[in-house]
């Protein structure tokens, strides 16, 4: 492998949890079924990757070495020679599992908060508000 691949090895190794590029390179012999977590999810990629050329910003889930999941989003572009033909692919490998976590808790806070106010709570909010409170101000003067 040329040399500079190497340091970008090493952070997809580190991104699924392993220790080195070598640990990564020499326990991986099945992409399809130790780091996509849907094997078909490698296949509806590389499909896409045959007929445009270029994927961007592809959401699936990884699985980590300890097999947790992680969603990635992949960019990638086929490079061909002057005769045409495909010499390697080039892309971006991003790890957008804490956005996503996010978008998650986003969308239960929105789907809690549509609930109450269209009357599909649970929790009943029909109920009369009854507060009581004193409020203390400074004695007036000159009136």
């Given at each position: 492998m040329r040399g500079s691949l190497w340091p970008r090895i090493l952070a997809?190794?580190?991104?699924?949890?392993?220790?080195?590029a070598q640990e990564l390179t020499s326990t991986i012999t099945d992409p399809a079924?130790?780091?996509w977590l849907d094997p078909n999810g490698r296949s509806r990629f590389r499909q896409l990757l045959e007929e445009h050329e270029v994927v961007r910003g592809y959401e699936c889930q990884f699985k980590r070495k300890d097999g947790t999941a992680i969603w990635v989003s992949l960019n990638c572009r086929k490079v061909r020679g002057k005769d045409g033909r495909t010499l390697y692919h080039e892309g971006l490998i991003a790890d957008i599992t804490d956005r996503k976590r996010i978008e998650d808790a986003l969308r239960d806070s929105e789907e809690k908060y549509r609930d109450i106010f269209e009357g599909r709570s649970k929790e009943s909010v029909e109920r009369p508000l009854r507060a009581s409170f004193w409020l203390r101000t400074p004695p007036l003067r000159g009136c």
């Open positions: 997809f190794a580190k991104m699924l949890g392993y220790e080195s079924h130790q780091v």
